[in-house]
């Protein structure tokens, strides 16, 4: 069974810090990877998407890194804001469209 | 900047009764596809469309599910017989062209509400 793992479950940091959220899948076949930015009560915002060929991918402060070997990918985020604070979620695709999300990790960046 | 759209914002119904969802995608888009997520829980794929058809399917999308594009605008997602279960936020996407690299814009969502 498809399944996405993400940890930490929940991380609070202060303002200005840089932290690194995880994301373990097992989706096979494996066609792309996506993180998602989902404020409380909202919907998902796309932050990158990596398709299996790709390593690394920056928008702004966020870098995605992908490793399909070892089915692992990591979110970075650089000097964090109060405006980051909100649920990082983790999405696996595979073959056919239909993704596989994760549980996400909920972000409080503190002043 | 263009975005997804979607009405009601909040919809409170009784076990039993039909619902219909409604979402306005990006204009210039092609792909359509409607997400649950249960409070709490993690956001489920329902289902994708494309030219009129659906694309891809999962198996929360049963029977009791069904969705239209019943002209150039709008993009809905039917509820046969709601079930106690089905409370939960609704979200509307769309894409441009459906590919690997393609980027999903999500709407607001709709919180629906089984009584």
């Known amino acids: 069974k498809n399944q996405v793992e993400q940890s930490p479950q929940s991380l609070i940091i202060l303002e200005g810090k840089n932290c690194t959220l995880q994301c373990n899948y097992t989706v096979s076949p494996f066609s792309n990877l996506r993180w998602y930015k989902q404020d409380t009560g909202r919907g998902p915002v796309s932050l990158t998407i990596?398709?299996?060929?790709?390593n690394t991918k920056s928008n702004g402060r966020y870098t995605a890194t992908l490793d399909a070997d070892t089915k692992q990918s990591s979110l970075h985020i650089t000097a964090s804001q109060l405006s980051d604070s909100a649920s990082y979620i983790c999405v696996a695709s595979g073959g056919s469209y239909i993704p596989t999300f994760g549980r996400g990790t909920s972000l409080i960046v503190h002043p | 900047e263009p975005e997804v759209t979607q009405t009601p914002s909040h919809q409170v119904t009784q076990m039993g009764q039909e619902v219909i969802l409604r979402c306005v995608p990006i204009s210039n888009h092609l792909y359509f596809y409607w997400y649950r997520q249960i409070l709490g829980q993690k956001v489920e794929f329902l289902v994708s469309?494309?030219?009129?058809?659906?694309?891809?399917k999962s198996e929360i999308f049963d029977d009791q599910f069904s969705v239209e594009r019943p002209d150039g605008s709008n993009f809905t997602l039917k509820i046969r017989s709601t079930k106690l279960e089905d409370s939960a936020m609704y979200f509307c996407?769309?894409?441009?062209?459906?590919?690997?690299?393609?980027?999903?814009?999500f709407g607001p969502g709709t919180r629906l509400t089984v009584l």
């Open positions: 469309f494309y030219n009129n058809e659906i694309s891809e």
């Open positions: 996407a769309s894409s441009a062209t459906g590919t690997l690299g393609d980027t999903q814009y």
């Open positions: 990596m398709t299996f060929s790709e």
